[in-house]
């Protein structure tokens, strides 16, 4: 009779389950990728991702943020997530968008009038995933030079103002479609815009 080796079958059994498990958080594709389960790796690539929008300084301050420095603002969002978007109007589960900041700068090369984008400054992101609570999470990938690899979900204080503005004042879930122009076109005609849009 053959014997089986039991710490063999162990060790396949072991890393057959393993490897699934990792491949399943690795999945579908474009997506957010987390470690520890909720915790975002920071999406290096978001620079290849769908383009939505810029905002030049814009600000949520009553006083119109005087004094500071003019940054621009972009939005990117992961390209399935965007094409879903474009069928539906709406998110799908496993979205990621990425909110970048950058300087303004003028009067450089052969720019005599108007402003152009410079350094990276800082990097938020923001996930519709239904392994967090409510379905979403935010998180803060800290300033350019200085940018996590991986940042944990942000939670109370830190994350209840981002909550706040992101359901009070946005046009379609808890995203500001209504500064992106060609999905505000898109959520129009789908019906998926909150009241009041
Ligand atoms: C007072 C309002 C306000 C607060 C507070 C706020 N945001 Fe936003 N957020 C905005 C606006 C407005 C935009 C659209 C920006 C643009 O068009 O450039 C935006 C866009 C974003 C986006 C791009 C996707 C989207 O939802 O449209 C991300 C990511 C994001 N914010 C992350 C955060 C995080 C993280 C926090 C908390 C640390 C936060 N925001 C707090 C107003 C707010």
Redesign the pocket.
């Known amino acids: 009779m053959k014997r089986v080796n039991v710490g063999f079958v162990a060790v396949c059994v072991t890393f057959g389950i393993a490897g699934a498990v990792a491949i399943q958080a690795q999945l579908p594709g474009d997506g957010p990728r987390y470690e520890n389960g909720t915790d975002l790796v920071f999406p290096a690539d978001y620079r290849t991702w769908t383009f939505?929008?810029?905002?030049l300084g814009?600000t949520?301050d009553d006083d119109g943020g005087a004094g500071n420095p003019q940054m621009?603002?972009?939005?990117?969002?992961n390209p399935s997530s965007h094409a879903h978007f474009l069928e539906t109007g709406a998110w799908p589960d496993r979205t990621a968008?990425?909110?970048e900041f950058r300087q303004s700068g003028s009067e450089a090369s052969i720019n005599r009038a108007g402003r152009f984008q410079g350094d990276l400054v800082m990097l938020?992101?923001?996930v519709k995933d239904s392994r967090f609570e409510d379905g979403w999470a935010?998180?803060?990938f800290g300033r350019a030079g200085a940018l996590a690899d991986t940042a944990a979900p942000?939670t109370g204080e830190?994350?209840a103002?981002?909550?706040?503005?992101?359901t009070e004042?946005?046009a379609v879930e808890?995203?500001?479609?209504q500064?992106?122009p060609t999905l505000l076109e898109v959520a129009r005609e789908k019906g998926t815009l909150k009241p009041g849009f």
């Open positions: 939505l929008g810029a905002g814009m949520y621009f603002s972009n939005v990117f969002v968008f990425v909110l938020e992101a923001e935010f998180f803060n942000l830190r994350v103002r981002c909550i706040e503005c992101h004042h946005t808890r995203t500001f479609v500064f992106y």
